[in-house]
């Protein structure tokens, strides 16, 4: 109820919900916060920074003595293509307007519809997820749901 109240009110002040807990008005989007939830790569510099590079998770030390000493320990972890479809997927549905479906066949090229078609195939009937103009998308209603609906995708 709060949520739907935030919902109403906010945009009644002009303002759209893009992302599960981001509202903007159309156009001032956060660039920054679209690229994790888009899954595009992203350079992370300095003390506890991240990066995302295709399969690649770089994290950089966060102890900041270690740090001004120049001793910034790098750590990287690579995942494996069927790791990273899934985060693409999970951090898109964050997203109101979902994963594109084209740009998911692009980058993997394998269709999402495909590799989780039991899962999707389930949630469009329970019309928790919905697909439009080749997107893959929660509804207003079922995107408070998103960590339960991606339990089925793992």
Do not use: P
């Amino acid at each position: 109820l709060i949520n739907q109240i935030i919902d109403e009110k906010l945009e009644s002040l002009g303002f759209m919900k893009y992302e599960i807990s981001n509202y903007s008005k159309k156009g001032f989007e956060s660039l920054h916060n679209l690229t994790y939830w888009q899954y595009d790569n992203y350079y992370g510099i300095g003390l506890g920074a991240s990066s995302k590079i295709d399969n690649c998770i770089i994290e950089h030390n966060r102890n900041l003595n270690a740090y001004l000493r120049r001793q910034n320990t790098i750590t990287k972890m690579i995942n494996s293509k069927e790791e990273t479809m899934f985060n693409h997927l999970m951090m898109s549905l964050r997203l109101v307007k979902g994963l594109d479906l084209k740009e998911f066949e692009k980058r993997y090229g394998l269709r999402a519809v495909d590799v989780y078609q039991t899962a999707i195939d389930k949630h469009l009937k329970m019309k928790t997820l919905v697909i439009e103009n080749d997107y893959l998308h929660a509804t207003s209603e079922s995107i408070k749901l998103l960590n339960e609906i991606l339990i089925d995708f793992l």
